[in-house]
T-cell receptor
């Protein structure tokens, strides 16, 4: 059984650029959640996808968007990057929206 | 969203029990209490969860106060590998199942 995998692990972008982060959920899981973790802070909920539909969203602007594919993998897209978007982006999968979360190791984004 | 309060940091000696407290005075009747921990350079991992009764698993025990306004995560014998940030989270039973993480408790285990 493979766990949650995220790519890329590290990346550097400049202000105004766009970024796509990818997540493969754990086998058998149909729900994916994305979290942003700034340095020294706890993770903050961005949104959740269940069966390819957005199932809830945190306090993030529309330039944060996502997709979930039929195989339950997911993408997080961030447009018009700002310096404050520098953070660790964590993907978590679960079986249904109420299940225990299994996190990947994250993608560390640096915006210069 | 119901909020949790945890001490910023705690220390423990190796092979001794550790009691990590969490206050959640605004908890609602249908909120589950979850604990996750985050080891250095890793994503958070599930530890334990409960609703009303005390819970045990291979990693830890969760003691929930009778009024549910506080809970304690108990690591029975701390090891160096248990050094992590521990998050106490209230998860609603219905609606969007988002987890509201606070800043957690950084546990340092001394050899």
């Amino acid at each position: 059984e493979t766990g949650v995998t995220q790519s890329p692990t590290h990346l550097i972008k400049t202000r105004g650029q766009q970024v796509t982060l990818r997540c493969s959920s754990q086998s058998g899981h149909n729900t994916v959640s994305w979290y942003q973790q700034a340095l020294g802070q706890g993770p903050q909920f961005i949104f959740q996808y269940y069966r390819e539909e957005e199932n809830g969203r945190g306090n993030f602007p529309p330039r944060f968007s996502g997709l979930q594919f039929p195989n339950y993998s997911s993408e997080l897209n961030v447009n018009a990057l700002e310096l404050d978007d520098s953070a660790l982006y964590l993907c978590a999968s679960s079986f249904k929206w109420a299940g225990e979360l299994f996190f990947g190791e994250g993608s560390r984004l640096t915006v210069l | 969203d119901a909020k949790t309060t945890q001490p910023n940091s705690m220390e423990s000696n190796e092979e001794e029990p550790v009691h990590l407290p969490c206050n959640h005075s605004t908890i609602s009747g249908t909120d589950y209490i979850h604990w996750y921990r985050q080891l250095p350079s890793q994503g958070p991992e599930y530890v334990i969860h409960g609703l009303t009764s005390n819970v045990n698993n291979r990693m830890a025990s969760l003691a929930i106060a009778e009024d549910r306004k506080s809970s304690t995560l108990i690591l029975h014998r701390a090891t160096l590998r248990d050094a992590a940030v521990y998050y106490c989270i209230l998860r609603p039973h219905t609606g969007t199942y988002k987890y509201i993480f606070g800043t957690g408790t950084r546990l340092k285990v001394l050899a």
